[in-house]
């Protein structure tokens, strides 16, 4: 058997955690070869060994059957192996050729070549189906493109082992499918293709083979054409999962969320969201459902007071809050899981136990006179850790930064819901998390509904809008095209109505 | 970075910079023995050269030197900590010291009660001057960074045209202050140097910064604002009210830098032909002080020594060019710091695998 990339009994040490325990990871060329695990089961640590960032403590790596000492990440650029990373690393206001040959521009007597690099890059995008423009500008392009730039990067340094870390987490759906087939007719030219993710969906789609990680430790490798989902994430997760959640019927109350007739300008200036109405009561969870960009951002930043009303109402427990500021919003009883923790949920330089008092910081218990009282933020953050199993290094004083995605969202669920807000504003709460991250959270947003509290989640992923939510609104193009009730919907009349068919609001 | 590297790095920074600025005097041909007896000789007054009792205003006119850099450092930091760049440092310190002279001159009041006025009339000018920039971005969306610059040139002239309104205006300068930070006390422990009571100005400064900034809930709204904008405004903070509040703050501490020079080091209203530089000095204190109270103590006192060593360069026939190459060394490789702590890994880690082929003993940090 011709193997790629040979990782053979991999253990790495770092000062009191043994991050990779005796791994072996064996990618047969010119296949697809899928790494799964929770965050924080060791596919980064091996990765960056692969990609020489980390020395092995013990064990040998083979490339193409030869031994070989990965010292840093330029031997593994001469080795032919390329990394599209999770967060691109892209000059905005170059272009497409520009950012490609970054680091080994092209130069003819010593002045820049970039024609043709650009010809050269059109032809690999030719060749893969990669449908780039060399002269675009990436802040012009889409997410998608700017990946397969990024692509394309690995492809102009001749790398043939790419490896792809959490490559979907960015992406639409389309984009997602589009990236399938990109991934495909890589291998069919001959490439290899690690993929680090933990989306089982995906795994399935394209994978080939799949070698399961779980706290550092080797689980197995499976054909994935004979294993099912389920299979694999109870490999990943070490016990049987649960992709439904268990809930009882709703007991819908009072109306705690009131939206009616709200206009939203976009970042254009153009209306983002047009006459848009829904009532969320308490102890029922609403789904919103809709394709990326149809007016859902908008929304949630009205709601939350990121950014101004033009016209309508908002209520919340009978109170206009139309034209409240976003402190007045927090304390009348809005809490919120944002779309983008990195940019709004979190300070990511600040401490946990920081980042926990973040919307008390200046009354007591965490603040008196004017001075923070240090002392019971550490307790208030030692207790939240505890009691939703936050996992970090150094406890309360681990900079965020330095935590997982999955804890890091568990910190801000765990701060939101423990202000035991009356309306819980859920955006995109699972986005990049593993199944078992997804299990508990989904399990969080049902026990608040069943605390009688009111919850919106908003989601691109259809499944997750299913799974949880009593009702389902539908946006597109900023107008609502109707609510349905959950057990008497199914994804196909909701994908109409996400193509903006309109439903009779009942 | 860890905290020992917040630490160690900009040491190493530092010592490469007065590596380069040592090599660089050997190839102008002179020796550095001079240079590092005059360095010492212009901090402690004691020339290793020429052995003899230690002459304490050495070290009182380093202080002089050293304390409004110290003060302008704080501003540029307290700025900084809330993701803003306060380069308009130079243009608060001459307002602050206007408003100083205007107020020893102009207002009828003697005494202690005199000095505060004349010193909060420092800081509020500063804060005023500070105000404006930080206004404008926040209302206009107009960059602090080019307001303040600009502000830097109106500050020079318009101090210049303040001062010369006074009564006793002169020959470029006023008469000297009814009031003034002079000290008898501290000039006679320091051999009649010009150290003045601004060391006290300098020191609570240091205190109020470090309690604002690490213990106040205030500052931790600023922190969250300098880390993360729209976190901080998710989080329900006045992001725009905190960036107007810690530009005035920081144009506060630039405004008593020019109190205390105006009031202490000199005791007379001066008009300037250009500016002084404690602004731009501020921002390499800061830089190299981490912006945190005590590095940026310690570092107003390494840019305080650079800075009061030039003379007494120039009379060894050393040039004064060099102290300047210095700081600007150790500016570019505190720039650097994450490279250098790299490059210190490589190496440490290389002694270390030394280690293991002895020892066997396995793991690396």
């Known amino acids: ?41 060791g596919k980064s640590t091996l990765m960056s060994i692969l990609f020489g960032l980390y020395q092995p403590t013990e064990g040998c790596i083979k490339i193409r059957g030869k031994e070989v000492k990965i010292t840093d990440p330029n031997v593994a650029n001469e080795l032919g192996i390329g990394m599209v990373h999770q967060h691109f690393k892209l000059v905005e206001c170059f272009t497409v050729t520009e950012n490609i040959v970054l680091g080994m521009e092209p130069h003819k007597n010593g002045v820049l070549d970039l024609k043709s690099a650009a010809k050269k890059i059109k032809e690999l995008s030719e060749m893969y189906g990669l449908n780039v423009d060399p002269d675009s500008l990436i802040s012009e392009i889409s997410v998608g493109m700017q990946q397969r730039v990024e692509i394309l990067k690995m492809l102009y340094r001749n790398a043939d082992i790419l490896i792809f870390d959490e490559p979907t987490a960015v992406l639409t759906p389309q984009e997602i499918t589009e990236l399938i087939s990109i991934m495909k007719n890589l291998v069919n030219e001959g490439k290899t293709i690690l993929l680090i993710t933990h989306k089982l969906k995906e795994i ?32 990943m997760v070490g016990r049987e999962v649960n992709f439904s959640v268990a809930k009882e019927e709703a007991k819908p109350g009072d109306v705690v969320l009131s939206i009616s007739h709200l206009n939203v300008k976009n970042n254009k200036g153009l209306l983002g ?177 069943d605390k009688n509290k009111a919850v919106l989640l908003v989601s691109l992923e259809l499944d997750e809008i299913l799974n949880l939510s009593d009702r389902v609104a539908v946006i597109f193009n900023g107008e609502l095209t109707g609510v349905v009730d959950r057990k008497n919907t199914d994804e196909n009349e909701l994908g109409l109505m996400m193509a903006g068919s309109k439903k009779e609001v009942n | 970075m860890k905290k020992y590297e917040k630490i160690i790095a900009p040491l190493l920074a530092i010592l490469l910079g007065i590596l380069i600025g040592t090599i660089l005097l050997v190839f ?150 009814p009031v003034s930070l002079k000290s008898p006390f501290l000039a006679s422990i320091t051999n009649n140097s010009r150290l003045h009571w601004g060391i006290i100005v300098v020191l609570v400064a240091l205190v109020i910064y470090h309690v604002l900034i690490e213990k106040t809930s205030f500052g931790y709204s600023l922190r969250a604002t300098g880390f993360n904008r729209e976190g901080a405004r998710y989080a329900g903070m006045k992001v725009d009210r905190n960036v107007v509040y810690a530009m005035m703050i920081s144009g ?62 120039q009379a060894l026939q050393i040039p004064k060019d060099i102290a300047t190459i210095i700081s600007a060394c150790i500016i570019l490789f505190v720039s650097m710091q994450y490279g250098i702590m790299d490059v210190v890994y490589k190496v440490v880690g290389r002694f270390k695998k030394k280690d293991e082929v002895v020892t066997k003993d396995g793991g690396e940090a």
């Open chain 2, 28 to 177: 102008s041909g002179k020796s550095p023995i001079y240079m590092f007896s005059t360095l010492i000789k212009s901090v402690i007054g004691y020339d290793i050269l020429k052995p003899g009792p230690i002459n304490l205003r050495y070290f009182g006119e380093f202080l002089v030197f050293s304390m409004p850099i110290i003060l302008t450092g704080l501003s540029v930091g307290f700025a900084y900590r809330t993701g803003l760049f306060n380069i308009g440092g130079e243009g608060q310190v001459l307002v602050g010291s206007a408003a100083s002279t205007a107020a020893a001159l102009l207002l009828p009041m003697s005494g202690v009660p005199h000095l505060i006025a004349c010193l909060l009339a420092g800081a509020l000018a500063g804060a005023i001057w500070a105000f404006i920039p930080g206004i404008l971005q926040v209302k206009k969306n107009i960059n602090v960074v080019v307001t303040a610059i600009m502000l830097n040139y109106v500050g020079l002239h318009f101090s210049n045209w303040v001062v010369q309104q006074m009564p006793t205006f002169a020959k470029a300068k006023t008469d000297y202050f």
């Open chain 1, 273 to 449: 969201v047009k006459d848009f109405s829904l009532d969320v009561r308490a102890g029922e969870i609403v789904g919103l459902a809709g394709i990326d960009g149809n007016g859902q951002t908008e929304l949630v930043h009205a709601l939350t007071g990121l950014c101004k009303i033009e016209s309508g109402t908002v209520t919340l427990n009978g109170n206009d809050i139309t034209n409240y500021s976003i402190k007045k919003r927090i304390e009348e009883g809005l809490g919120h899981i944002p779309e983008d923790r990195h940019k709004h949920g979190l300070v990511l330089d600040f401490t946990l136990e920081e980042n926990f008092a973040i919307h008390a910081y200046n009354v007591e218990p965490f603040a008196k006179n004017g001075f923070l009282n240090k002392a019971e933020i550490t307790k208030n953050a030692e207790r939240l850790i505890e009691q939703f199993d936050v996992r970090s290094g150094q406890g309360a004083k681990t900079i965020t930064r330095s935590m997982s995605g999955g804890n890091q969202q568990k910190a801000i669920i765990a701060r939101e819901i423990d202000r035991s807000p009356e309306l819980l504003l859920v955006v995109q709460p699972t986005r990049g998390l593993d199944v078992g991250a997804i299990e508990y959270i989904h399990k969080r947003i049902v026990e608040e509904r």
């Open chain 2, 252 to 313: 506060a501490m630039a405004g008593l830098a020019g109190a205390i020079i105006t009031l202490g080091t000199f005791g007379y209203g001066r008009q300037l032909g250009a500016s002084e530089g404690y602004g731009f000095d501020g921002i390499a204190v800061a830089l190299v002080g981490g912006c945190n109270s005590i590095g940026i103590f310690l570092a107003g006192l390494l840019f305080g020594a650079l800075k009061v060593a030039q003379p007494a360069m």
């Open chain 1, 1 to 41: 058997m011709n193997y790629a990339i040979e990782m053979l009994n991999i253990t790495k040490d770092f000062p009191g955690i043994r991050a990779n325990d005796n791994v072996t990871l064996q990618v047969k060329d010119r296949s697809i070869h899928a790494l799964l695990g929770e965050n924080g089961a």
């Open chain 1, 204 to 235: 399935k789609a394209v994978a080939d083979e799949c070698t399961v990680l779980r706290r550092g430790k080797y689980i197995g490798t499976i054909n994935v054409a004979e294993a099912t989902e389920k299979q694999m994430a109870e490999m």
